[in-house]
């Protein structure tokens, strides 16, 4: 207990240090598997102005490098998911984003949401539950096709440019359903699947790629294709059999019923 007031004091202190100062007395270069005291005062920071990080834990993961890169385009810096003087620069001048100006999934008191105020984003679906019914799967798909081509963009929700989550966000959202904006917290919909046999059209698929665990997703559209957002070539549909694919494969969930 002594240890965590100690290390809450120190956070504390650390981060009025960073807003008050005239300017950033220390300015390490943090990036993916950083971590320590500085990570924590970087992500109370991007908490504080209105980006999503789910866990100020002091340790530099996808979500705080995500949350990096959006601040830096939103700053239109170059965007790199690194934090460098620049970038500490830019953070200590930073105000909170308004309401009206924070992006689906950004939200970070959207958990507290409730159906009638989600407006366009639809009604937040259950965890470990199918979802959908055949028909409207037919017609998810068919949306998810339109964009085809649309460039990948680290951090994109729009039609401008997309992440892998970021798009199913969007293409779900477009049929009145608000899942969740990370890869790992959208594989926590549906229903396991035992084999890709049992896949169905509209089931999502899940990758690990740049990191353990669940990093990449996708729709499953029949037939060993899925439709996805390659950070190679944007929007584009694969294989599941791919070579680069197969062996990535974590698994796929049932969210259609």
């Given at each position: 207990?002594?240890?965590?007031?100690?290390?809450?004091?120190?956070?504390?202190?650390?981060?009025?240090?960073?807003?008050?100062?005239?300017?950033?007395l220390?300015?390490?270069?943090?990036?993916?598997?950083?971590?320590?005291?500085?990570?924590?005062?970087?992500?109370?920071?991007?908490?504080?102005?209105?980006?999503?990080?789910?866990?100020?834990?002091?340790?530099?993961?996808?979500?705080?490098?995500?949350?990096?890169?959006?601040?830096?385009?939103?700053?239109?810096?170059?965007?790199?998911?690194?934090?460098?003087?620049?970038?500490?620069?830019?953070?200590?001048?930073?105000?909170?984003?308004?309401?009206?100006?924070?992006?689906?999934?950004?939200?970070?008191?959207a958990?507290?949401?409730?159906?009638?105020?989600?407006?366009?984003?639809?009604?937040?679906?259950?965890?470990?539950?199918?979802?959908?019914?055949?028909?409207?799967?037919?017609s998810?798909?068919?949306?998810?096709?339109?964009?085809?081509?649309?460039?990948?963009?680290?951090?994109?929700?729009?039609?401008?440019?997309?992440?892998?989550?970021?798009?199913?966000?969007?293409?779900?959202?477009?049929?009145?359903?608000q899942?969740?904006?990370?890869?790992?917290?959208?594989?926590?919909?549906?229903?396991?699947?035992?084999?890709?046999?049992?896949?169905?059209?509209?089931?999502?698929?899940?990758?690990?790629?740049?990191?353990?665990?669940?990093?990449?997703?996708?729709?499953?559209?029949?037939?060993?294709?899925f439709?996805?957002?390659?950070?190679?070539?944007?929007?584009?549909?694969?294989?599941?059999?791919?070579?680069?694919?197969?062996?990535?494969?974590?698994?796929?969930?049932?969210?259609v019923?």
């Amino acid at each position: 207990m002594k240890k965590r007031r100690l290390l809450r004091l120190l956070m504390s202190v650390g981060l009025a240090l960073f807003v008050c100062s005239g300017s950033v007395l220390a300015s390490p270069t943090l990036k993916m598997n950083s971590h320590g005291h500085d990570v924590l005062v970087l992500q109370k920071k991007l908490q504080e102005i209105g980006y999503h990080i789910s866990q100020a834990d002091g340790v530099f993961g996808s979500e705080t490098e995500r949350a990096v890169a959006e601040f830096q385009r939103d700053q239109k810096m170059s965007i790199t998911g690194i934090v460098n003087n620049a970038t500490w620069r830019a953070l200590k001048k930073a105000k909170p984003i308004k309401k009206s100006e924070q992006r689906a999934g950004e939200n970070p008191t959207a958990e507290a949401q409730t159906p009638a105020s989600l407006g366009k984003a639809g009604i937040k679906v259950p965890y470990n539950k199918q979802i959908m019914d055949a028909s409207q799967a037919s017609s998810l798909i068919s949306t998810a096709k339109k964009y085809i081509g649309v460039p990948y963009q680290f951090g994109g929700t729009t039609p401008k440019g997309f992440d892998c989550s970021g798009y199913l966000q969007y293409v779900f959202a477009k049929h009145g359903m608000q899942i969740p904006r990370l890869a790992d917290e959208q594989y926590r919909l549906g229903t396991p699947t035992k084999s890709k046999k049992q896949l169905v059209p509209g089931d999502l698929v899940f990758f690990t790629t740049y990191e353990a665990g669940v990093s990449h997703c996708g729709i499953y559209l029949g037939n060993d294709n899925f439709i996805h957002a390659s950070s190679s070539r944007g929007i584009r549909i694969d294989k599941l059999s791919d070579s680069y694919w197969q062996p990535r494969y974590v698994g796929g969930k049932h969210i259609v019923r």
